[in-house]
């Protein structure tokens, strides 16, 4: 068994969690925070067999665009200015950020 930790974005976190409810997957939606942006996003906990990885993971692909975002700059306050870039940067961010792990153990009680 394995567990799918994928990171998106929350613009697609309601299409993405109906289609793998749809496909019978089991999954759980939870509220986080990316560390770079400070700004929400949405980590799927999808716990599965080793054979429906690659199916979720199409999944997961399917539903996810990456997007165009704009940084605002943060001022070096008493820093070093030297690397201070004074406009908004653009980044590309997602579509997903997946990580697969193994299950030592998987209980339902
Ligand atoms: P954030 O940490 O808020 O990062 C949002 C986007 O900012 C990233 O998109 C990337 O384009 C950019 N970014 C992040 N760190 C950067 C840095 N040190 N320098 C320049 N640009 C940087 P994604 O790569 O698509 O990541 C989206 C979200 O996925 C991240 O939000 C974070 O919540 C999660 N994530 C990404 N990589 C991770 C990792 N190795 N471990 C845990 N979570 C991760």
Do not use: W
Not at 30 to 52: C, M, P
């Amino acid at each position: 068994m394995k567990l799918i930790l994928a990171v998106v974005q929350d613009q697609d976190s309601n299409r993405l969690l109906n289609a793998l409810v749809e496909n019978n997957f089991r999954a759980t939606k939870l509220a986080s925070t990316g560390g770079f942006l400070k700004s929400g996003n949405t980590t799927f906990l999808i716990g599965t067999e080793d054979i429906r990885v690659q199916k979720a993971l199409d999944i997961i692909k399917e539903n996810c665009r990456s997007r165009e975002q704009l940084v605002a700059p943060v001022s070096p306050m008493g820093g070093n200015a030297d690397s201070y870039v004074p406009y908004p940067v653009e980044i590309e961010v997602g579509g997903a950020t997946v990580f697969v792990l193994p299950v030592d153990q998987f209980m339902h009680f």
